[in-house]
């Protein structure tokens, strides 16, 4: 029922308490000896779910666990207190007891949603997350950020809730759409940006695509999150050098916002590291602008509207990471070694915004 | 603007991270000085709020600091979902950020809720508390526990989040109602049996009232939440020791189910206290129960609805704390000396809620 060590890779995220994140082709089917509880609620969403929940389901009852399946509608609108609340009565109605488990089956939205249930039922039950998206397993799935959107924003309810541990399985990664897999390349290239270069190469290879070989993407995956674990466990709660991955997130979040999140997290993070990297090159670090356009090239994001950077400021300042008025900015001195500013001048910003308008200009001709 | 230290109580609560208990009277009005953020969300319900909101808002604005109220119905019902959503709603409109701070003023209800909302806004803010009922302040007042109930059943939704600190000023209880003061004097005396004798004498006292000597009060506030702060302190998560302070409750929580909560708490639990005293007679344990009863007599419970032992046994089954079908009693061998045993015969059980029948005919004649 095991997968065979040989093939299994494990990162142990040192948090507290510490978890596994354990990365193999063909955990889909072999989980079950990896947890421990006897009762788990499987969380799912509409898309996921018809592919792989059943194939959980039997992992789990093979080994005589009881598992319940629950149903969530595909999509960040399901990230609500409406939904948080359903399924924490059907918790109840399964009966699942504090020692029971949950396991969250999806995309961020799943691992969202069902780590704030876990977080919050019975005042905290055990977690377990099997992220079926790149983004969900090279973000989502360490930090232990859980939450739903209020009307007014995003994520502005939840808790910091560890998973017990992650399961991935790149596997799952065939049935991904080429558009859903680059929102997942991004923040991978961002970590290369972070802390390992390696990753940015790997990133452009020909096999680097949902079916690509298995055994290339669990090892770029591990080193994705090896990134984010690093980072993230040096600053458990957020004060301080996990801002570092906000690399390229200050004009993302902003577009978003600007545009009623018609541009996705993805494509606005590739935006928002053109821009970074030349507010970098404008303050004498290291210019990576070709390194990052030529990564903007593979991802294709749609086309920005045009608009001035006064339209985007109010979004900038309203961003919920800003404690007050002064705006910090991640920057890179050079690959791998990130800082933070916060005395940048309205010029560089408006050149960094005539950057990332030209992007446009230059794929068209 | 601060208590003078000769009167200020204090209690270091050892929990992760610890946080002190401060009572004196006058806290009220002198409370600024011991809350570190600018902006202070101040959560009141319809009883507490219009006595001494206004103050506590004024002790801040003194110095500098900016309030916000808000107002929920009092009531049990108001610990819902609903309330929570629509105060997380407020914060934002407040525009409340993550180095602001929720201020509980009330009972265990306002406790409750507005803990649970300071720990899940921005994935948790930090809180304080100002208990406003004798019950909230012995009992509530330590262990963190917040949260909200479900249509099936109380306290089903929450988190474990300590506040920064607890302000208690005895000086508030002089409007609270006896019905309602001895709702507290139930776990205080509780307390008493489970670590400190001195606090069995003390409630016979006949001071121990609303409009008591504040001093008086104080003193034993102090030492109720001294035993309620060993025992959480080394038990953070439930597992185990904290366990003892489910004395009298396991019977509590089935007589206010099976009554649909007609029977208030704190009096289901002073017939729990007697049951569990005659438990342990029964065991060979000390025999407690003449001290038990003379303080049934202090609170004059409602009477109960004649029951057969098996109308309840459903609902001590269902009760949450319990991980398995086996039952666990919590039973003193004397006074200080808690335990739990899960051996107990069906037998002593009935012959326990005998006793406990009987207490109305002994009232009576």
Redesign the interface.
């Known amino acids: 029922m095991a997968i065979k060590q040989s093939v299994l890779r494990r990162l142990d995220v040192a948090l507290t308490p510490s978890y596994p994140v354990l990365i193999a082709e063909g955990l889909l089917d072999n989980l079950a000896s990896y947890i421990s509880e006897k009762r788990i609620a499987i969380i799912k969403d509409t898309v996921v779910g018809p592919l792989y929940a059943a194939r959980v389901k039997k992992a789990l009852e093979g080994v005589g666990k009881e598992s319940s399946l629950h149903l969530v509608q595909a999509g960040e609108d399901s990230k609500t207190?409406a939904s948080?609340?359903a399924l924490?009565?059907e918790m109840?109605?399964e009966g699942l007891?504090?020692?029971s488990a949950i396991l969250a089956l999806g995309g961020g939205v799943i691992g969202d949603l069902a780590g704030f249930v876990a977080?919050?039922?019975?005042?905290?039950i055990n977690f377990y997350q099997f992220p079926t998206s790149l983004l969900a397993m090279v973000d989502a799935s360490v930090g232990g950020?859980?939450?739903v959107n209020?009307?007014?924003?995003k994520?502005?309810?939840?808790?910091?809730w560890q998973p017990k541990a992650v399961f991935i399985d790149p596997s799952v990664l065939r049935t991904l759409s080429l558009k859903e897999f680059k929102q997942g390349a991004v923040e991978l290239f961002k970590h290369g940006l972070l802390a390992d270069g390696s990753i940015l190469t790997d990133v452009l290879r020909d096999d680097f695509h949902p079916q690509g070989d298995p055994d290339f993407l669990a090892d770029l995956i591990l080193r994705s999150v090896k990134v984010k674990a690093d980072i993230v466990a040096q600053d458990e709660r957020e004060g301080n050098v996990r801002a570092f991955l906000n690399l390229g997130h200050t004009l993302a979040h902003a577009l978003e916002a600007e545009s009623n999140h018609h541009i996705s997290h993805g494509e606005a993070v590739v935006y928002g590291l053109v821009f970074a990297s030349k507010l970098a090159a404008l303050r004498g670090f290291s210019d990576e602008g070709e390194r990052v356009k030529t990564f903007w090239h593979y991802v294709k994001p749609a086309a920005l509207p045009q608009r001035d950077f006064q339209q985007l400021l109010p979004y900038i300042a309203r961003d919920?990471k800003h404690?007050s008025s002064k705006q910090n900015w991640v920057l890179l001195k050079t690959i791998g070694q990130p800082c933070i500013v916060s005395d940048v001048s309205l010029e560089h910003l408006e050149l960094s915004w005539q950057e990332v308008l030209k992007l446009e200009e230059d794929s068209s001709t």
Do not use: D, I, P
């Not at 977080?119 to 905290?124: L, T």
């Not at 209020?150 to 924003?153: M, N, R, S, T």
């Not at 994520?155 to 910091?160: E, I, Q, S, T």
């Open positions: 207190l948080f609340g924490l009565a109840v109605g007891e504090r020692k977080a919050s039922y019975m005042r905290g950020k859980t939450g209020l009307a007014q924003g994520n502005l309810v939840g808790a910091f919920k404690h």
